[in-house]
């Protein structure tokens, strides 16, 4: 029974009625999608169009030691093609992208399949007058324009590989990525514009490839027309090579299998992961997830605020909107930009009628008041989605009030870099919603909550554990680039037998599902997610620092911050100038985003006598929740624990 207090909010007749998936077809297809993956996905592939048909649908093992990943491995396609070739004659004029300027007094860009056609074309001749063919990586480093949507595209057309990182990550983080893949060519531009102040892209490049061994080209788009320190070998303006090369590019056939894009993605061990993605099954997952997820129909303007340095602007800006024909908004801008109403002007100066943001971003705007959202006609909208963290009841109901007027179904899907798509979530004219639930499982999605310690099932309702996937669906990631031992370590081997998550999960009465946050020790910061072996790794690199702990704790805008513990070099004093250098320190080593919220200086760590950190005590003092410590039977020097109690920093 579900507890009375718990409201439920159910599509209307109307949203219903139209809706590509009612409650009933649902239920049908999700049984259907169950007992016979293979048909159901047989048939779901021919959403996209292929070269060679597939007479392969699945071919998946998740033992491990042999863990192997493959869907329709016969079939061959082109990524790009089915991104924009196959609309051409249908829908050549029609609107593919429509580009919002972070300066709102600068014009935004309507961009028919048309453009895109041309556009990726040309840039695919640049790429290969670079030396760039199928296989070989291509990193970018862009703000939101065009052009990453261009570049990612044109990477596909030619079966290059590309690899995106997100514009907010530092210099020595680029480096490393570059490194990591080996990219022949660094897409960027000469500055990235947002919330009207510049980043120097292009100075960062410069600096990350001091580090680069090997040669790699950088391609620059003009995009402030600032001055750039250019390196005369290896550097290249694009609006100069697109002179040179031909609009018209030939989709290369590509094997369903081969890899699309690398994403690197924090863990809760060493450095950032290279998660690969590969072509066809992603395709085919992230097309059908948007469509039905969002209840996108033809015609409609579809708004997803996120940076495509994510897996969400891979998927739900570029490749799924675009394989479906839709019509996508990019933005180049932040929500507060030029005032806090920025987003809801923007959905009523282009009508949209899909908009997919995170619970972050609501949450900083709820706190604006609901002025700024009243002053827009929002009258458009027809399906709000959420992604990137639990979505707590308050944000939840705010959105559905003050943005959707009570008439929007709330979409919070929950899925991860790897997963490649949606995993559960809402279907908006079939779910009856709960407030913070991510509730039922997309079709061919078999999730199981298992006990954390046992690995044991737990069938029954309600349950409480670690979220577990039993089976393979066709956008999941493959491998880790490189390094297919650490997939299989991170992924299948603490419970044998299933995909495992990293996050903690509850099923309720009904049997829906709730994420109550990561089992790891990966952290959620605004949505992003933050290794915080990566963030203590970037502390202990500073001279000053002997041995620094991180864990998060609970942001009223942001979810969780990052609670930094830094012991000292004995020769150091603990000053806040020296707090704030390591600050600058960190937001120079990773990204603004790893900066930590709060440093506390710490003469020890509570650590067992083996010398292991006891993160689970260090996370009770940050969460200010120090009377429960739990067992503390086993601290090497107990009285370490006093100490940092008596100068916590989340008072
Ligand atoms: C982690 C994945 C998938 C795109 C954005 C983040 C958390 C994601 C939800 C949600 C609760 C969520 C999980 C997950 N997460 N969506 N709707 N409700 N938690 O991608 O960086 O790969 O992070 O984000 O903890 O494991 P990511």
């Known amino acids: 029974m579900l507890d009375e207090k718990t409201p439920t909010y159910p599509p209307s007749d109307a949203f219903a009625s139209t809706a590509h998936i009612d409650a009933a077809t649902y239920e049908e297809m999700y049984a259907a999608s169950i007992e016979d993956p293979e048909g159901f996905w047989g048939e779901h592939g021919k959403r996209i169009d292929w070269i060679k048909p597939y007479s392969i649908v699945k071919n998946t093992n998740f033992d491990f030691g042999n863990v192997s990943i493959k869907w329709y491995e016969d079939g061959t396609l082109n990524v790009a093609a089915n991104c924009i070739d196959r609309h051409l004659e249908a829908r050549g004029d029609q609107t593919a992208i429509i580009w919002e300027p972070d300066d709102p007094t600068e014009d935004a860009l309507h961009i028919s399949y048309r453009d895109l056609h041309r556009e990726v074309c040309e840039m695919a001749n640049v790429l290969k007058a670079l030396g760039v063919g199928k296989g070989d990586r291509v990193v970018l480093y862009l703000p939101m324009i065009p052009e990453a949507a261009y570049a990612m595209l044109a990477c596909a057309r030619i079966g290059a590989i590309h690899s995106i990182v997100f514009a907010g990550f530092s210099a020595d983080a680029l480096g490393a990525r570059i490194n990591g893949c080996d990219a022949k060519v660094v897409i960027t531009a000469d500055g990235a514009p947002r919330g009207g102040r510049v980043t120097n892209l292009k100075d960062n490049v410069n600096q990350a490839l001091l580090n680069v061994i090997h040669t790699c080209q950088s391609l620059v788009v003009r995009r402030t027309g600032q001055q750039v320190a250019w390196r005369s070998e290896t550097d290249h303006w694009l609006h100069e090579m697109k002179e040179t090369v031909s609009d018209d590019c030939p989709a290369e056939e590509i094997g369903a299998e081969d890899p699309l894009f690398i994403l690197y993605t924090s863990g809760s061990t060493g450095q950032p992961k290279g998660v690969v993605h590969t072509s066809g099954g992603y395709l085919v997952y992230a097309a059908m997830t948007h469509q039905m997820t969002f209840d996108y129909h033809d015609g409609d303007v579809y708004w997803c605020t996120a940076d495509v340095g994510w897996v969400t602007g891979h998927s739900y800006i570029v490749y799924g909107p675009l394989a479906n024909g839709g019509t996508t908004v990019m933005f180049e801008g932040v929500p507060t930009y030029p005032d806090a109403s920025r987003f809801w002007q923007v959905c009523e100066k282009h009508k949209v009628n899909q908009f997919y943001t995170a619970p972050t971003a ?243 760590l509570p650590k067992t006598r083996s010398g292991k950190i006891m993160r689970r005590i260090l996370r009770k003092i940050a969460e200010n929740d120090y009377g429960s410590l739990g067992d503390t039977s086993t601290l090497a020097e107990p009285e370490v624990v006093d100490n940092l109690i008596e100068n916590r920093m989340n008072r």
């Open 362 to 604: 609501i949450r900083a705007l709820m706190g604006k008041g609901k002025e700024f959202v009243e002053k827009s006609d929002l009258s458009s909208l027809k399906t709000l989605g959420t992604v990137g963290e639990p979505i707590n009841p308050e944000a939840w109901n705010w959105y559905n009030e003050v943005v959707g007027k009570g008439t929007c179904p709330i979409v919070d899907t929950w899925w991860q870099t790897e997963t490649g798509g949606h995993l559960l979530t809402p279907l908006p004219g079939a779910t009856a919603t709960k407030p913070g639930s991510a509730m039922t499982p997309f079709f061919g999605i078999k999730p199981v909550v298992l006990e954390p310690e046992s690995g044991k099932i737990i069938d029954d309702d309600p349950a409480e554990g670690v979220l577990c996937i039993a089976d393979s669906w066709p956008a999941q990631m493959r491998t880790v680039w490189e390094d297919h031992p650490r997939f299989e370590a991170t992924y299948f081997q603490q419970y044998k037998g299933y995909y495992f998550t990293g996050d903690g999960c509850r099923r309720d009465e009904d049997g829906h599902y709730w994420i109550t946050g990561r089992v790891d020790d990966v952290i959620n910061v605004s949505g992003h997610r933050m290794g915080t072996a990566e963030v203590e790794s970037a502390l202990v690199a500073h001279e000053a620092v002997s041995e620094a702990a991180v864990v998060g704790y609970p942001h009223d805008v942001k979810g969780q911050g990052i609670y930094a513990y830094v012991t000292l070099m004995s020769n150091k004093e603990p000053t806040d100038e020296l707090r704030k250098e390591l600050e600058v320190w960190v937001r120079s080593e990773i990204g603004p985003i790893a900066k930590p919220d709060l440093i506390q200086w710490a003469p020890g």
